[in-house]
């Protein structure tokens, strides 16, 4: 059918696009401290980022959108995707520890060294759900495009596009749903709810972040810190 050739040909393009798994290159000499922990998962957040601004543009459709649309997606969701990323990484931690990288696998004891508990609990809470429901490589893939997709429900001025790049992912995910997981209906269900936490936990770790910008501990590059620029001016915005 059309739908299933469509889901063949974003699939192709998105498992091309794929993001890289990238090292953090933590020096595990040295006591981890808040600080340096913190240090580190920023550094790693910068350099996702980068990786994640190329790898938006090639989901299907996206470069078709004005450019205004293309950056306040990316602005909108970028902690989103990283922290989605992160879950998939550690299910094999079994909700326990966090990947954030092959050589930055934290326990929950870092988690409250860098006062982050509350923002890892959410993200391991995924983890475990992806465990649970078996998500395949496939549905990370659909998932991370629907939530730069879904970053932004008020009317945009490619609004037209944005909803059929929508309507294009959510009939992927069903048909790949039904390849690898013919026989529960509640599948598909339980993945998109999964975003839902991922988003409040995205919001909770921008929130992190622009505190930690302002008390001046950690050191930001430009591109993270104009992402935090952003997120509050689209804050002050909304809320005005």
């Known amino acids: 059918s059309n739908a299933k050739s469509q889901t063949v040909t974003i699939l192709q393009a998105l498992n091309k696009a794929a993001l890289p798994v990238l090292e953090s290159h933590h020096n595990h000499g040295q006591p981890p401290t808040k600080v340096h922990l913190l240090n580190s998962l920023v550094k790693l957040a910068e350099r996702e980022l980068v990786h994640l601004i190329n790898w938006a543009k090639n989901v299907p459709g996206y470069t078709d959108l004005s450019l205004s649309d293309q950056v306040h997606l990316i602005e909108c969701c970028w902690m989103e995707l990283l922290l989605l990323n992160c879950a998939f990484r550690s299910i094999e931690h079994g909700g326990k520890s966090l990947a954030f990288a092959p050589d930055l696998v934290l326990d929950r004891s870092s988690w409250s060294t860098v006062e982050m508990t509350e923002i890892f609990e959410q993200v391991a809470a995924v983890s475990e759900q992806m465990m649970q429901n078996h998500l395949h490589k496939d549905e990370l893939l659909l998932l991370q495009a629907m939530v730069l997709v879904n970053a932004e429900v008020r009317r945009l001025a490619s609004y037209n596009q944005i909803f059929n790049m929508q309507q294009s992912l959510l009939d992927a995910i069903v048909d790949t ?33 622009q505190r930690l910008k302002s008390e001046g501990v950690v050191t930001f590059c430009d591109l993270l810190k104009e992402m935090l620029d952003a997120q509050d001016f689209l804050e002050k915005k909304s809320s005005n």
């Open 177 to 209: 749903a039904q390849k690898y997981h013919p026989d529960n209906v509640r599948h598909v269900p339980a993945v998109l709810l999964l975003l839902t936490h991922i988003r409040q936990a995205g919001e909770r770790g921008i929130a992190f972040f």
